[in-house]
C-alpha cells in the first residue's frame, strides 16, 4: 500500500468509527462484532460463520504471519467485512503466500485499519452486536448510519443456503490430518465409520478431525432430508457449524428430528442449536456473543473446567429443554449452553468449537466421543440381528 484511502465504519446507533481502508475499496453492510482471539485471523476470515458480520479484531497487530492456503477453513473468505487496529505492512513467516491486504483485496473483503478497535470493543460490549456499513468508496456519515439502520436483523435470518455445498461430496484432501503431511486413516483404507456431515458451513478441520479418527466422511447440501440421508447407511450423523439464526433453519431442525434415535447425532456450534431446537427447546441471541479463542467451560461429567474456541452470536435456552435432555457444558462467563446430550437418542453437541484451529484442544475427547456412540450403536445393531 502506497497511499492511505480513508474509511468509515457507521453503526445503526449513530456512531462512526474512522480509520483507512485495507483490502478491497468498496462497502458492504453486516452485524459488527469483535473476536477476542490471539492468532488465526486467516481461520477467522475463512469461518462460514462469520458470513454476513464484520469482524473486529481485539488483538491490536494483524497480519505479520501473512496468509497461506494451507490455513483456510473452507474455500474462500466469508466475512462481510473486516476491522484492525493496526495491519501489518510486513509479512514475516516462512509460510506466507501473500500479505493479508493482498489477500482481502484478492477476495473483495472490504477492511479497514488504524481503527481504535479498543474503543470499538467496548462500544460493542455496552450497546450489544448491531448492524453497521463498512466503506471505502463513499464514507459520508448521515448515508452510512441509514444503510447500516436499513440492513437485515440477524434475528430471524436464515444465511445456511448461502454457504452450504450444492451437492454431496466425499471428503479428501491432498495435506490431511490436523496440519502435517501424510494419510490419514480413511485415505489408507482404515476408515471404520461412514459419517454423513450436514453442512450449515462446515469447517475444514472438523473433516480432518473426522477422518483422523477413523471416519469416511461424506459431506451434504443442509437441505439434505433425512430420508436421503439415511439411504446413504451412515453410522452416524455429523451437524456443522454455520452462520445466522439457528430457529430460521427449519429444513434442518426438521431434518435432525427426524433422524433423532435412528443413527447418533453428533453437533457443533450451529448444530448444536439445531439439535438443541429437534430435541424441543428454543434459542435467544447472546448480548453481543462468543467469539475467541480462550472461554472457559466446565463439563459436568468430570467438573473440569476447558478453555474452548467459540464463535457463535445464538444461545439454547436451558430452561427450554424437555425432561430426558441434559446439560453437559456450561459457560463460566455468563452461565449460557455450552453442551447438551440426549442419551435416549444417542445425541449430543457442543456449542463452542473442539476442532478449534489453532486454539487450545482441551475438548478433542469429544470426537472420540462420537466414535464411541457410533461403535456401541454398531453392536446394538449386531446383537439385534444376531
Known amino acids: 500500500m502506497t497511499t492511505r484511502t480513508y474509511a468509515m465504519l457507521a453503526l445503526e446507533d449513530g456512531t462512526i468509527w474512522h480509520g483507512y481502508a485495507l483490502g478491497a475499496i468498496g462497502e458492504r453492510t453486516g452485524e459488527v462484532v469483535f473476536n477476542t482471539s490471539m492468532t488465526g485471523y486467516q481461520e477467522v476470515l475463512t469461518d462460514p460463520s462469520y458470513y454476513g458480520q464484520i469482524v473486529v479484531m481485539t488483538a491490536p497487530h494483524i497480519g505479520n504471519t501473512g496468509v497461506n492456503r ?10 462481510a467485512g473486516f476491522v484492525v487496529r493496526a495491519a501489518s505492512p510486513y509479512v514475516s513467516n ?8 493482498e489477500y482481502l483485496a484478492e477476495h473483495g473483503i472490504v ?5 481504535d478497535t479498543r474503543a470499538l470493543v467496548r462500544h460493542i460490549r455496552t450497546q450489544g452486536a448491531m448492524r453497521a456499513v463498512i466503506s471505502s468508496e463513499n464514507p459520508e456519515p448521515d448515508r452510512l448510519i ?3 439502520r436499513a440492513a437485515p436483523s440477524m434475528n430471524g435470518l436464515d444465511l445456511v443456503p448461502y454457504v452450504t455445498c450444492a451437492e454431496p461430496y466425499h471428503w479428501v484432501e491432498g495435506n490431511p490430518g490436523e496440519w502435517g503431511p501424510g494419510e490419514t486413516p480413511a ?3 482404515e476408515s ?3 459419517v454423513v456431515a450436514y453442512d450449515f458451513g462446515i469447517k475444514r478441520n472438523i473433516l480432518r478431525l473426522l477422518a483422523e479418527h477413523g471416519c469416511r466422511v461424506t459431506v451434504v447440501p443442509a437441505t439434505m432430508p433425512a430420508a436421503d440421508v439415511l439411504a446413504l447407511e451412515p453410522d452416524g450423523v455429523f451437524l456443522s457449524n454455520g452462520p445466522g439464526d439457528p430457529a430460521a433453519v427449519t429444513y434442518g431442525v426438521q431434518a435432525v428430528r427426524d433422524l433423532l434415535g435412528k443413527t447418533p447425532v453428533f453437533g457443533i456450534c450451529l448444530g448444536h442449536q439445531i439439535l438443541g431446537l429437534a430435541l424441543g427447546g428454543t434459542t435467544y441471541k447472546l448480548h453481543f ?8 467451560v466446565r463439563f459436568s461429567d468430570t467438573m473440569r473446567v476447558e478453555i474452548s474456541s467459540h464463535n457463535h452470536g445464538f444461545a439454547v435456552d436451558a430452561s427450554s429443554l424437555p425432561e430426558g435432555v441434559e446439560i453437559t457444558h456450561i459457560n463460566l462467563n455468563d452461565g449460557c449452553v455450552e453442551g447438551l446430550r440426549a442419551p435416549d437418542q444417542r445425541a449430543f453437541s457442543v456449542q463452542y468449537h473442539p476442532e478449534a484451529a489453532p486454539g487450545p484442544h482441551d475438548a478433542r475427547y469429544l470426537f472420540r466421543r462420537f466414535v464411541e456412540l457410533m461403535e456401541q450403536a454398531r453392536n446394538q445393531r449386531s446383537m439385534s440381528s444376531g
Do not use: C, I, K, Y
Open 70 to 79: 494451507e490455513d483456510e477453513e473452507s474455500r474462500h473468505p466469508w466475512v
Open 94 to 101: 516462512w509460510r506466507a503466500a501473500q500479505s493479508l491486504h
Open 111 to 115: 477492511a479497514m485499519t488504524g481503527v
Open 146 to 148: 441509514a444503510a447500516a
Open 187 to 189: 485415505q489408507r483404507g
Open 192 to 194: 471404520t465409520f461412514h
Open 289 to 296: 456473543g462468543h467469539r475467541g479463542g480462550n472461554q472457559p
